[in-house]
Nanobody
């Protein structure tokens, strides 16, 4: 499955961004989807995941209450709404597709190229 992220950019502390990840597959609704992020010099970090139906979600403690993951299976797209952004949210955000709702990056088979999010103070 090919994944293309969009929506990144430069935002001030406390601002919001909405990331999108469009999938090029006719079986999008069968995938569990996730967002990860990677800052320079740091390990790839789990952010949020959503199951195939949208009925179950997982969040990293660092973003719980500020970020919301959602999906639209009619549009083959998963979203990440990011509110109350902090400088430590600065990273490349990557979309991933898999067959399990998990925080483990190795469980996801398909990855996008990523979109840069920069939060300035």
């Amino acid at each position: 499955v090919q994944l293309i992220e969009s929506g990144g950019g430069l935002v001030q502390v406390g601002g919001s961004l909405r990331l999108s990840c469009a999938a090029s597959t006719q079986t999008f609704s069968s995938y569990d989807m996730a967002w990860f992020r990677q800052a320079p010099g740091r390990e790839r970090e789990f952010v949020a995941a959503i199951n195939w139906s949208g009925g179950s979600t997982l969040y990293a403690d660092s973003v719980k209450g500020r970020f919301t993951i959602s999906r639209d299976n009619r549009k083959d797209t998963v979203y990440l709404q990011m509110d109350r952004l902090k400088p430590e949210d600065t990273a490349v955000y990557l979309c991933a597709a898999g067959t399990a709702l998990t925080r483990a990056a190795e469980e996801y088979d398909g990855w996008g190229q990523g979109t840069q999010v920069t939060v300035s103070s």
